[in-house]
């Protein structure tokens, strides 16, 4: 009796190395783009940065969210978001450390460290909820949208809010903008992305993280951008 891989695996084996070295290419290069737009919008004035708002909290949790939904699996998933979020760091302060200058190069390390360690929690769970999304059903494919959706509207409620309730002062303060169409990209997301018996449930959860978030993002991202800056 031979030992030999019969051609049936042999024709797998390539597939799955191919799926493999795919997706976590398509990880790293996502990420890597996300890490130099956020780099590019820094270098360009206001309010052309504006163009590129690769700096918003909910880009970075939509890539690494469109990453994990991407993958066959959700260990997999949450592996993907991972390192997404940890290349676009990495590439985001590279960027500074090599063409910047000042304090942006000196604490290029340490900042780097910083948000590092963010992205070693926010990459796995953003992720593995995209994969959830895709692969779950019912309350637990709830839950994984409401995850997004939820920190969407929560950094525009409280970035946005205040901003755009000064209707004449918009053309002054068009970031504003972005922040209000995050609040409408997050409402409507459990409609678009759930069935019609999830849609319900959804809503709720979303309803229910988006306070917490909004409760939280505010002290913790000042905390986060204060040790950040510490060098």
Do not use: C, K
């Not at 990459?123 to 909820?129: D, F, K, N, Y």
């Amino acid at each position: 009796m031979s030992s030999s891989p019969s051609p049936a695996d042999l024709a797998i084996r390539p597939s799955l190395i191919a799926r493999t070295v795919g997706g976590f290419g398509t990880s790293i290069l996502s990420g890597g783009a996300l890490g130099a737009a956020a780099w590019l919008s820094d270098q360009l004035q206001w309010p052309y940065s504006l163009l590129i708002p690769a700096n918003m909290i909910g880009i970075w949790l939509g890539v690494a969210y469109a990453l994990g939904a991407s993958a066959r699996t959700i260990p997999t998933g949450a592996l993907r978001g991972l390192i997404g979020l940890l290349t676009a760091v990495a590439v985001y302060y590279l960027l500074f450390a090599t063409l910047g200058e000042g304090y942006r190069v000196t604490g290029a390390g340490h900042a780097a460290t910083v948000w590092g360690l963010v992205a070693l929690l926010a990459g796995p769970v953003m992720g593995g909820a995209g994969a959830v999304w895709r692969h779950g059903s019912g309350r637990p494919r709830a839950v994984a949208v409401a995850v997004l959706a939820a920190a969407l509207i929560a950094e525009g409620v409280v970035f946005g809010v205040t901003r755009l309730i000064h209707v004449d002062q918009l053309g002054n303060d068009p970031a504003a903008l972005l922040y209000g169409a995050e609040i409408v990209i997050g409402a409507i997301l459990p409609a678009v992305l759930l069935r019609a018996g999830e849609r319900a449930s959804g809503y709720a959860v979303t309803a229910g993280f988006a306070i917490l978030a909004a409760v939280a993002i505010g002290p913790v991202t000042s905390i986060l951008r204060s040790l950040a800056d510490r060098f």
